[in-house]
């Protein structure tokens, strides 16, 4: 899609147009394309909606470890173990079936800036261990002995490539970054929300420096119309994200119900990675059907003012109901559904444009 606009409406290629997955996760193999700026995962359980996600996160990284952290922390998988075992690395899972013997391979199109192709292999040799800034010209160098378990990770657009290394040293874990590091702005929203309150405060504290609570403040109006503030608090010893709805205190966000609290996630989720990518599971979670096409308007909105790009997990057939019916009206369409079907060998994405998907609602289609 070339650059330009409609209107008022932003036209832009997207940050990612397709991706190619090998070796990771439940996924064998999958290929899918056809991606614009808001993407709705859909399929059975155990399809690969999740380890999508995943991937588009790592792909991220460009090479850098820490994306792999992140996940075991959203997942709960903690790299340590009881005393006297050896816990498993936190690698490990990252490959189908924990057969590291074959590499994972990311590889995606889209702008320049997200083009590229991320391989995880698991080995490395003493060499991979050197200090590319030790004089070892010189033979002073002392060459260190390849650890028991590690991954290397390589990072490789248009003849270029630079890897990053994270291995298993004594009973911790070390991590050496490219000489150039580079990433996307990328962020995972897990269905597991953690410590949603203290970061929905620190997130909204951000928003209103910048005098843009408005933003949160007109969509969480359309799930509770007598909303008419928003701050931080301090509600014991944790500071909230509270909300004004006319009882003469403000009370904190999470006690206006788990659809407030999700409608909030989302939106400020967008505002921290603007230029970059939204990770979502079960987007449509907490949040009643009769709202889904306004939320849908107003994350449409949101996600072409900050140039964000939003791939979510959903098990709602009215989710896509409502994201369809919103981007139909929209100047441009900027929706696709992915269907991921497992078999055997390997995950088949079906990806539905507007006029496909308008067919498969029509005639009943399983979408979901």
Same mark, same amino acid.
Request: overall charge negative; hydrophobic content about 40%.
């Given at each position: 899609m070339?650059?330009?606009?409609?209107?008022?409406f932003?036209?832009?290629?997207?940050?990612y147009?397709?991706l190619?997955?090998?070796?990771?996760?439940?996924?064998? *193999?999958?290929?899918?394309?056809?991606f614009?700026?808001?993407?709705?995962?859909?399929?059975?359980?155990?399809?690969?909606?999740s380890?999508?996600?995943?991937?588009?996160?790592?792909?991220?990284?460009?090479?850098?470890?820490?994306?792999?952290?992140?996940?075991?922390?959203?997942?709960?998988?903690?790299?340590?173990? @009881?005393?006297?075992?050896?816990?498993?690395?936190?690698?490990?899972f990252?490959?189908?079936?924990?057969?590291?013997?074959?590499?994972?391979?990311?590889?995606?199109?889209?702008r320049?800036?997200?083009?590229?192709?991320l391989?995880i292999?698991?080995?490395?040799?003493?060499?991979?261990l050197?200090?590319?800034?030790?004089?070892?010209?010189?033979?002073?160098?002392?060459? *260190? @002995?390849?650890?028991?378990?590690?991954?290397k990770?390589i990072?490789?657009?248009?003849?270029?490539?630079?890897?990053?290394?994270?291995?298993?040293?004594?009973a911790?874990?070390?991590?050496r970054?490219?000489?150039? @590091?580079?990433?996307?702005?990328?962020r995972?929203?897990?269905?597991?929300?953690g410590?949603a309150?203290r970061?929905?405060a620190?997130?909204?504290?951000s928003?209103?420096?910048?005098?843009r609570?408005g933003?949160?403040?007109?969509?969480?109006?359309?799930?509770? @119309? *007598?909303?008419?503030?928003?701050?931080v608090?301090?509600?014991?010893t944790?500071?909230?994200?509270?909300?004004?709805?006319?009882?003469g205190?403000?009370?904190?966000?999470?006690?206006?119900g788990?659809?407030?609290?999700?409608?909030?996630?989302?939106?400020?989720?967008?505002?921290?990675?603007?230029g970059?990518?939204?990770?979502?599971?079960?987007?449509?979670?907490?949040?009643?059907?009769?709202?889904?096409?306004?939320?849908?308007?107003?994350?449409?909105e949101?996600l072409?003012?900050?140039d964000?790009?939003?791939?979510?997990?959903?098990?709602?057939r009215?989710?896509?109901?409502a994201?369809?019916?919103?981007?139909?009206?929209?100047?441009?369409?900027?929706?696709?559904?992915?269907?991921?079907?497992q078999?055997?060998?390997?995950?088949?994405?079906?990806v539905?444009?507007?006029?496909?998907?308008?067919?498969?609602?029509e005639?009943?289609?399983?979408?979901?």
């Amino acid at each position: 899609m070339a650059s330009g606009s409609t209107g008022d409406f932003k036209v832009c290629r997207p940050l990612y147009t397709g991706l190619e997955i090998v070796n990771f996760r439940c996924i064998r *193999r999958l290929k899918a394309d056809g991606f614009r700026r808001i993407n709705l995962i859909s399929g059975n359980n155990g399809a690969g909606k999740s380890a999508f996600l995943e991937a588009l996160l790592l792909h991220s990284g460009q090479a850098d470890p820490r994306p792999i952290w992140t996940l075991c922390q959203l997942r709960g998988v903690s790299p340590k173990a @009881p005393p006297g075992a050896t816990p498993d690395p936190p690698w490990l899972f990252l490959f189908a079936r924990c057969a590291s013997e074959e590499p994972v391979a990311i590889h995606a199109t889209g702008r320049p800036q997200a083009e590229g192709t991320l391989t995880i292999q698991c080995g490395l040799t003493a060499e991979d261990l050197q200090d590319p800034t030790a004089p070892e010209a010189t033979g002073t160098a002392e060459r *260190r @002995p390849a650890p028991a378990e590690g991954v290397k990770l390589i990072w490789e657009h248009k003849g270029s490539r630079r890897q990053s290394l994270l291995y298993r040293e004594g009973a911790g874990y070390q991590t050496r970054l490219p000489a150039d @590091p580079s990433a996307l702005i990328a962020r995972f929203m897990s269905a597991r929300a953690g410590d949603a309150m203290r970061e929905l405060a620190a997130e909204f504290g951000s928003l209103e420096l910048e005098n843009r609570q408005g933003l949160l403040l007109d969509t969480l109006r359309m799930m509770e @119309p *007598r909303l008419t503030r928003l701050s931080v608090a301090s509600c014991g010893t944790e500071m909230m994200l509270c909300a004004d709805v006319g009882l003469g205190r403000s009370m904190p966000l999470c006690l206006l119900g788990a659809g407030a609290e999700q409608l909030a996630r989302l939106i400020l989720g967008v505002t921290t990675v603007p230029g970059g990518l939204l990770l979502v599971e079960a987007i449509e979670s907490c949040i009643h059907h009769t709202n889904l096409l306004r939320l849908w308007r107003a994350l449409g909105e949101l996600l072409e003012q900050l140039d964000v790009q939003l791939f979510a997990t959903t098990y709602s057939r009215e989710c896509i109901m409502a994201a369809h019916h919103a981007f139909s009206e929209a100047p441009e369409y900027v929706f696709s559904l992915v269907r991921l079907e497992q078999s055997a060998r390997e995950t088949r994405a079906v990806v539905y444009d507007q006029e496909g998907l308008e067919e498969a609602l029509e005639a009943d289609f399983e979408v979901r």
